[in-house]
């Protein structure tokens, strides 16, 4: 099946820092990446989808110029969340999808847990 | 914004009975899909059914879609303490679309 890793697993960070957060398609390569946010017993937040060599699209609310996105390559997607803030706290989580003929289903990293200090 | 509610928000069973929740949404829709999450990790993709399709089984899984009610459901027979876990649906507007998740149903089975 597709793999999808993210890195770290787990960031803890003072307040106004920069953090970097990591996805990876392992076994595929992803035309497409979504970044998701989720707070504490709550759904998945679509924050902005990230195509291979072009900007990303942020949703409605999301500062771009705070939660930077680069897709660099097909198999790597990347996250930095910048002047880190305590409301930034947060499990972070992206998804990858394949090329055109498997476009309908999303494969999802185990996440990334972000607690800012 | 979430495209729909899920009910129940919680869910407490025992090991061995069914377990049903469901998902309305607002929109039209290309495909909805189920997700499942265990706490504090990533989502594990369950099963898709296309808008044109009423019912799709896997495993011990049933799910319906009524797309004049805008409705979906999710059974789950013979449920185990294993299949403790937030389940979601995604519904996306088109193929390669983006997903948008309703508010997740948690479920716990007490063996």
């Known amino acids: 099946g597709a793999v999808v890793s993210q890195h770290p697993s787990r960031v803890i960070c003072k307040s106004g820092t920069s953090v970097k957060i990591e996805c990876r398609s392992l076994?595929?390569?992803?035309?497409?990446m979504f970044w998701y946010r989720q707070f504490p017993k709550q759904s998945l937040m679509l924050m902005a989808t990230s195509n291979e060599g072009s900007k990303a699209t942020y949703e409605q609310g999301v500062e771009k110029d705070k939660f930077l996105i680069n897709h660099a390559s097909l198999t790597l997607s990347t996250l930095t969340v910048t002047s880190a803030h305590p409301e930034d706290s947060s499990f972070y989580i992206c998804s990858a999808m394949r090329d055109r003929l498997h476009q309908e289903t999303q494969y999802f990293g185990p996440g990334t847990r972000l607690l800012v200090l | 914004s979430q495209q729909g509610e899920e009910d129940p928000q919680a869910l407490s069973i025992q090991e061995g009975e069914n377990a049903t929740m469901n998902c309305s949404y607002k929109?039209?829709?290309?495909?909805l899909q189920w997700y499942r999450q265990n706490s504090g990790r990533g989502l594990v993709h369950l099963i898709l059914i296309r808008s044109n399709e009423r019912e799709k089984h896997s495993g011990r899984l049933r799910v319906t879609l009524d797309t004049s009610k805008k409705s979906s459901s999710l059974l789950i027979t013979a449920s185990r303490a294993a299949d403790t876990a937030s389940y979601f649906c995604?519904?996306?507007?088109?193929?390669?679309?983006?997903?948008?998740f309703g508010g997740g149903t948690r479920v716990l089975v007490k063996p």
């Open positions: 076994d595929f390569q992803a035309t497409t």
């Open positions: 929109t039209s829709i290309n495909n």
């Open positions: 995604a519904t996306d507007k088109a193929a390669g679309n983006k997903l948008t």
